[in-house]
């Protein structure tokens, strides 16, 4: 009762301390008690059970060590482990228990007796690096220990009850709602765009409301917030959709309702900004959003630390670091929107804040970085202008038109996009000479083809139009050593031979 007693006091001063009680044996006999700082992970065993060998001393110092180990700790973390075992026993083991000390990791065992010199007991405190701890008086009575005994018991067991609803609370702010809400609505918009035309497909897509740079710029920036809640492929909605779902219903839990849904529209809108400024493509998805809530988490984590590395911090973590390496190694994946996604979270949590733990002036400082940032991408994305034409949209857009046979449209859309089309401008300048052989503007038609040629020699279709051109033009000069390059290049082609045929 004596030991259970000094141990009743030890931990309880421990906890205040900020050590954190793990766990109580059944009969009150061990407390595991652990304290995570930036630099070291502190594991305390305090224990009244009695060992009377060293063996038995060093084999229940293993198996505790072990068993932490295996359940509560990662393989980042080891080398910042120490282990300290406190066992208040009426005697020690009777052979030699010092050779045990300092064997795994950093590892200190205290032994407390009631006859424990006062310089040992320092040593101890000094090495946990707790404040001082009057050595505890026995001198009371049995009935009277037995009391205290009783009352410290109860204090603990409250300490760690509280303590544990200080961390179920942090999760229980709110039951989610809005996380199947907007799973509702993704679902239902793929559905639209499946039995419109396909997700797949440009036009549909843009009829819907997706990313496209150059309707942005012209005024449609909607396509921001529209293109959150369309995808691409059922891959793609499968993916988001799962993702949405279970850390969706996690950052709901812990920031509430009203909180999760500001979270996820900011977040989504910088996605998109992101996107507009760094990616040409035709974009959609939940993934900006999501990567928001992901910074979000990150929010909690430096607010709540100890929480977060205890429950969720490695995993989440990894899972950013994984998609942004992802997200590098693969070209259809949109990066920007992912990492402006994720920085947006983070800003927007900081916004909102949690609801226990208000700061009126990070939330100031928050709410001004999210306009600056916003407004950086915005600027950036509106005066970079290679950014704002797909090449894949540009050429259906041009297409349409011919089929349309609008070709005096064709030439002028064409020639205002060339600038930007970099990639693609031997396509482009194809189908402007295309375009202008329909209106009988021949010279034109053979610059452009010309140029073709020049930066790809191989471009077949390019050289057979221009061969006809400069047939129907009488640059029969010019022709024949195309028409024969042409027979080089493909001999089984008929069409090659009978030109060149005919020349002959």
Known sequence: MKNQYVQSQIVLHLLKEDFELLQINEHFTEYLLVKRSRNVHKVLFVSTNQYNWANELHKRIKFLEEKYIKSQMNKWSKKNLTFHHIFITDYPPVDEWERYEGTTYSRYVHLVTENMELDEWIKMLNLLEVKHIAQVNLSHEMMEIDQKLQESKQEIISIHHNKQEEIRALYQQGKPIWTYVFIAI????????????????IETLLTFGAKYNHAIVTGEWWRIFTSMFLHIGFIHIILNMLALYYVGTLVERIFGNSRF??????SGFIGGLASFAFNDSIAAGASGAIFGLFGALLCFGTQYPKVFFRTLGWNVILVIAMNVVLGFSVAQIDNSAHLGGLIGGFISAYIVMFRQKKNMKWQIVASISYIILAIGLIGFGTVNEKNHYN?????????QLIEQEKYEETIHYTSELLPYMEEYE?????????????????DKAI??????????????????NLSLLYLETNQLEKSTPLIKQLNDIDPENEKYQQLEQYLQ
């Open 186 to 201: 993704n679902c239902v918009m793929f559905i639209l765009l499946e039995i419109s035309g396909g997700s797949t497909s």
């Open 261 to 266: 849904l500001i979270i996820y529209l900011l």
């Open 391 to 399: 090449g894949a949209v540009v050429l259906h857009a041009i297409l």
């Open 426 to 442: 031997n396509d482009v300048l194809f189908y402007r000479a295309y375009a202008t052989i329909q209106i009988g503007e021949y």
């Open 447 to 464: 610059i452009d083809l010309e140029q073709i040629v020049a930066n790809d020699p191989k471009f077949e279709e390019a050289m057979f």
